[in-house]
């Protein structure tokens, strides 16, 4: 079945640091990927997506390249802040073999602390 | 325009008893589905539901069902409450359903916590 593995947490970084949360994933069809966020407390929101191999997907300032032949989709930022932490997760969305509906797979989450 | 909405936000119930979540879509969504968020752990997903219709069902027992009503809206059940069904009860909304691209969204979930 499908599954997403993603590196575990916590990660600490300092602020403007390089970040790279790597996210690898096993699926029969073709998924698409997506990094949701969760803030403390709350829901998750989506971050970025991409729907087609050697897509890239990018939103305030996180960017993430859907790989297939490396069955990877690695979240990256350039400069971290502090307002940056929370918990990430990496996701692939498909339709079983069943079909008539999308299933939507997560990775466990990694947690990211942004210290001054 | 409104999010996903949810509710209650918390709630505490003994083991045996049964709880029903609610959640409101996104005006115009028609597909609702439900995961279960153990804490420290990515979502699971339990339903998806489609013009009022269950198209989905993920690994859960059969204490667990949910029905969408005429206007997109949707309740959780679980029945005979066991501790291990602690966690967190995420809602998500997307137009339609079946394409892998479709984005879910999501509400603020539902905390429950069962003694």
């Known amino acids: 079945g499908d599954s997403v593995t993603q590196m575990e947490g916590p990660v600490t970084l300092s602020e403007e640091a390089f970040l790279t949360i790597n996210c690898t994933y096993t699926a029969t069809g073709y998924p698409s990927l997506f990094w949701y966020v969760q803030y403390p407390g709350e829901g998750l929101q989506l971050l970025l997506k991409a729907t087609k191999a050697d897509d890239k997907g990018s939103n305030k300032g996180f960017e993430a390249t859907y790989r297939k032949e490396t069955t990877s989709f690695h979240l990256e930022k350039g400069s971290v802040q502090v307002s940056d932490s929370a918990v990430y997760f990496c996701a692939l969305s498909d339709n079983p073999r069943s079909g008539g509906y999308q299933k939507v797979t997560f990775g466990t989450g990694t947690k990211l602390q942004v210290i001054p | 325009d409104a999010g996903v909405t949810q509710s209650p936000t918390h709630l505490i119930k003994t083991r045996g008893q049964q709880v029903t979540l609610r959640c409101s879509p996104i005006?115009?969504?028609?597909?609702v589905s439900w995961y279960q968020q153990v804490l420290g752990q990515g979502p699971q997903f339990i339903f998806q539901y489609y013009e009022k219709e269950e198209r989905g069902r993920g690994n859960f027992p059969d204490r667990f069902s949910a029905r969408q009503f005429p206007n997109y809206s949707s309740e959780l059940n679980v029945n005979a409450l066991l501790l291990g069904d602690s966690a967190l009860y995420l809602c998500a909304s997307s137009l339609g359903v079946g394409a892998p691209q479709e984005t879910q969204y999501f509400g603020p979930g539902t905390r429950l916590l069962v003694l």
């Open positions: 005006s115009g969504h028609k597909s």
